[in-house]
């Protein structure tokens, strides 16, 4: 599982693989990165045939913003014969989980789309491993760190609330209900 449409070129795929059955892609992104799919749509089709036959989740009918950029993908992705599937989230599972973290001491305007991908993937699958969910300006060494690995483009102010998230993560840790890779991996 991948969130918000990642970049999986040779420059990254040593430390990120490239294997995906699920890749998010947030309404915002569709819209910012996209034009919202209402010019051209060829960028977005070569964009995402990165990911193979993943299915592309997408919150078209959590909020009304989401539903229109969704169902474009959905079309669009349609329209070409794409290998990729979309599917839609639940919007009482986005709703439920976000009542469920808030009652974990989460205090945000919204969610982080890895903390949902998280919440999906302990429900699915027997184990999870999560990267990528450290939420400061150096790792644990001190070094500097970008917030993405292909970017330092960090979320609106305000937004989400990175610490809190990665807190409760960290419980879910050291309980043994996941595992949370924090340094590099190591080679097999």
């Known amino acids: 599982m991948r969130c918000n449409l990642p970049p999986l070129s040779k420059a990254?795929?040593?430390?990120v693989g490239s294997k995906t059955?699920?890749?998010?892609?947030?309404?915002?992104i569709i819209n910012k990165r996209f034009q919202n799919l209402l010019w051209s749509r060829k960028a977005f089709v070569d964009k995402v045939k990165?990911?193979?036959?993943?299915?592309?989740?997408?919150?078209?009918?959590?909020?009304?913003?989401?539903?229109e950029p969704s169902l474009r993908v959905y079309y669009t992705l349609t329209d070409v014969g794409a290998k990729q599937?979309?599917?839609?989230?639940?919007?009482?599972?986005?709703?439920?989980s976000g009542k469920f973290w808030k009652s974990k001491g989460i205090h945000a305007k919204r969610l982080s789309t890895g903390?949902?991908?998280?919440?999906?993937?302990?429900?699915?699958?027997?184990?999870v491993t999560i990267y990528g969910f450290w939420p400061f300006s150096t790792d644990l060494h001190r070094r500097y760190?970008?917030?993405h690995y292909y970017d330092?483009?960090?979320?609106?102010?305000g937004f989400h609330a990175m610490p809190e998230e990665f807190l409760q993560l960290w419980f879910l840790h050291k309980?043994?209900?996941?595992?949370?890779?924090?340094?590099?991996?190591?080679?097999s």
């Open 175 to 187: 309980r043994g209900v996941l595992r949370m890779q924090l340094e590099h991996c190591e080679d």
């Open 115 to 127: 903390l949902f991908l998280v919440s999906a993937a302990l429900g699915l699958c027997e184990e």
């Open 12 to 15: 990254y795929s040593k430390d």
């Open 21 to 28: 059955q699920l890749v998010t892609a947030n309404p915002s």
């Open 85 to 96: 599937k979309v599917i839609f989230a639940n919007p009482n599972f986005l709703r439920d």
């Open 152 to 157: 330092n483009v960090l979320p609106d102010s």
């Open 50 to 67: 990165v990911y193979n036959q993943s299915y592309i989740y997408m919150p078209a009918f959590s909020m009304k913003a989401g539903t």
């Open 145 to 147: 760190i970008s917030h």
